[in-house]
């Protein structure tokens, strides 16, 4: 081989080095950062009031999430009319900081009495008991939600 072709060759192979390198990194950055253009997460406001039909309904359902194992262990989070977002993501409804978790992991969201669990696309799955969750499922109380290192539950 001659000189040039091999400068040439050298000369290309740490381009593409280096463009691998930096698409690595922002790739990387942009999962770690929340995106900044991201709208806050509020319930839609109607201008009825709340119909006592609707009040019966939610006595019957679970009022609140309960964190039973994980860095937020013994945390409450109320549960409204609005769906909860999990994640990594600092415009999460539940910022969980645990590196098996994806920046939007999973979604709960109200479905007349119960709660649905659906995962967005993570990596390491959502689980409920030992069930892994791959479509909208119903949870139910009693039953453990397992997203990377911590579990939840229903509770009233």
């Known amino acids: 081989m001659s000189e040039l072709l091999l400068s040439v060759l050298r000369i290309g192979f740490l381009i593409a080095l280096w463009w691998f390198v930096l698409t690595v ?6 999962d770690l950062q ?7 997460l509020t319930p839609a406001r109607s201008t009825n009031g ?3 039909r ?19 262990s013994g945390t409450t989070v109320p549960l409204g009319t609005s769906p909860i977002i999990i994640g990594r993501a600092s ?15 999973a979604r709960l969201s109200p479905n007349g009495n119960h709660w649905m ?18 479509t909208p499922t119903v949870f139910r109380p009693g039953t453990q939600l397992r997203i990377g290192r911590t579990s939840m ?3 009233s």
């Open 25 to 30: 990194v922002s790739v990387l950055r942009r």
């Open 91 to 105: 415009d999460a409804t539940i910022v969980l900081d645990d590196d098996f978790v994806s920046t939007h992991h």
């Open 50 to 52: 709340p119909s006592p």
């Open 54 to 72: 609707a009040t019966l309904r939610a006595r019957k359902t679970s009022t609140q999430l309960l964190i039973v194992e994980g860095a937020l």
């Open 117 to 134: 669990v659906e995962d967005l696309g993570s990596t390491n799955g959502t689980w409920i008991d030992k069930t892994r969750v791959s």
């Open 153 to 155: 539950e229903l509770s």
């Open 34 to 40: 929340a995106p900044r253009d991201a709208k806050p």
